[in-house]
């Protein structure tokens, strides 16, 4: 069964008893809008937490199965009048982008002829209206206006500057299309609002222009009786325009930042083939990558894009992986080796088998990143939307008490200058800046981040960032290249290649960094590796086993105090090798020390710089490594780090992290890219892994640097 796309996806499994589906939410404008359904969705029966994403209209809930269903969730959001559907879990990421492009044109292409035509109307009403304003020739602020109004004044027919009712009547005609059309979807959301007992950004604009229209219409209208009761006839037709056309205008900027927010996800999809070779008995054909499953052998030729994450079963080539890696550099891949998604093979065919298809493929966890970093909110997003639920009904209450203010303290006309003040608090206040503006920057940001390879996964991530006080570097794969070389041998009893040849044996089976540097160097001096009887893993320590009845140790010097090895003849040479920035192991055969290898793993050229920008900013920068203290120091000499804390077996880096936090008093952001970073990664205050690390640490942080 086909797995959903990450775009798409309808429910998935979130933790014992949770699943977590997305709904796609169609009618929110505004914060208000966002945080309404919200609220509804938080107070549904079953529902475990929920995310409304203005910009990207998606809810993401957690829910009980066995209380709700999506389809109830689906009929939360519609009672509060606001359209809600499920995705369809069988389309695919591209279909669905392609979808929401199509929309936000079709909004974007409304929006722009509903603005063209409110903002021509009320530029036409501006002119009309000047013979009916009433300028004071003493007002310092309107005197630069006065030669306006004067030439304005003389374009028109005496008879409708002598007889204004008939501008009134003009002005009326020009504003019906801006209140009746242009603006229409303000009235019909505040009304839809109004039946569903709630008030939002549509509900101040409603309500202040169509109390200024009204009261304008009457004015039009029943000139003659406002004229008889000494209230002056004053109109507001242009005022009505201009207002609708300025809202309209931040909803067509805001559906193009909309638009903007899915360019990086786009981006990411861009880069993967619509079409994989697939290899059979009767031979090869293209297929669509959809189709591509666990198992299928697939054909890749030179200049293509490897279509799914997978292994080398023959061939040979080179694959540039630099839109993971950042790295110019291509790898070479052989029979053995794996290949990752969306990756470009250069010069040699590839026969693949796929490992990995759809969602699970390194990209699409990529794109899924970026997903929820764009669907997450910042703790400052937070108390805007709370802010913006309630400031629309504190601001209606704001109004009705100017009227009544007004009504009872202003000069006559009282009730002319109680609507005017009453209208005006409704026009000028509007939540929305406050509530996109976060969002906004969110969006912005994760999408540039994403372009520059900084996956950010949510907007928390991003603000805490901001209060990092101490940055913990992890030394192997982040300071240096990860990439260690065999620099030193020290043979005490035998010879060299029988002191590599124990070693190797043991390290070929070992997944630390340090190993393939062993056996590389066992490899080009054409030692041959046996398969050792017995292997163990001493975490932070080293390993050991049996090699041809031989017990064999390779480690630091913790594990040389294990396996009852005297050191002592062999600690100045170690401290010598530590202290130049290698990392000494020691080898033990049958319980006596054989030699010493040393590995060094050369330092970033970028390293350097980094630390020193780090101090420039005036962080605290610490290493921290389970490697040896001298070994660690000498390298932390190199880049410039003055603070080292060496010899950390995993379980204590999450120690480390928590002391140096002290209690929360300090804002703490660790820098590591291997399995044993990843608890000390969930620790910090802020994770961030290294593109070039394995999965599990990626998963781990909230922020993932790929090149």
Known sequence: MKSASPLTRAAVSDGPGQLSCDIDVSGMTCAACSARVQRSLEHSPGVGSANVNLMTNVATVRYDPAVTTPGTLVDTIRETGYGAELPVPERGAEEALADQDSARREESQILRRKFSLAAFVAVISMVFGMPLASFDANDWLMRPMMPVVRAVTGIFPASLVQHPSYLRWILLALSVPVVGWAGSQFYVRAWKGFRHHSADMNTLIAIG????FLFSLAMTVEADWFLRHAIPVQVYFE???WIIALVLLGNLLEARARGRTADAVRGLIGLRPATARIVTPEGEHDIPLADVEVGDELRVRPGERVPVDGEVLDGASTVDESMLTGEPMPVSKHAGDSVVGATLN????LRIRATRVRGDTVLSRIISLVQQAQGTRAPIQRLADRVSAVFV???ISISILTFVLWIDFSPAPAALHALTAAVTVLIIACPCAMGLAVPTAVMVATGRGAEFGILVKGGEALERAHDVQTVILDKTGTVTEGAPTLTDLVAEQGSEEELLAFAAALERLSEHPLADAIVAAATERGIA???????????GKGISGSVKGRGVAVGNAKLMQEVGADLASHSRRAD?????????LFVAVDGRVMGLLAVSDPIKPTSRQAVAELYALGLDVVMLTGDHLRTAEGVARQVGIRRVLAEVLPERKLEEVRRLQDGGAVVVAMVGDGLNDAPALAQADVGVAMGTGTDTAMETATITLMN
């Open 209 to 212: 222009t169509g109390a200024a």
């Open 576 to 584: 010598e090798l530590a202290q130049g920035g290698r990392t000494p």
């Open 239 to 241: 005022a009505i325009s």
């Open 529 to 539: 590796l046996v398969e050792p009887d017995s292997f163990q893993i001493h975490k």
């Open 393 to 395: 009904p504190v601001v």
């Open 346 to 349: 250069r010069n040699g065919a």
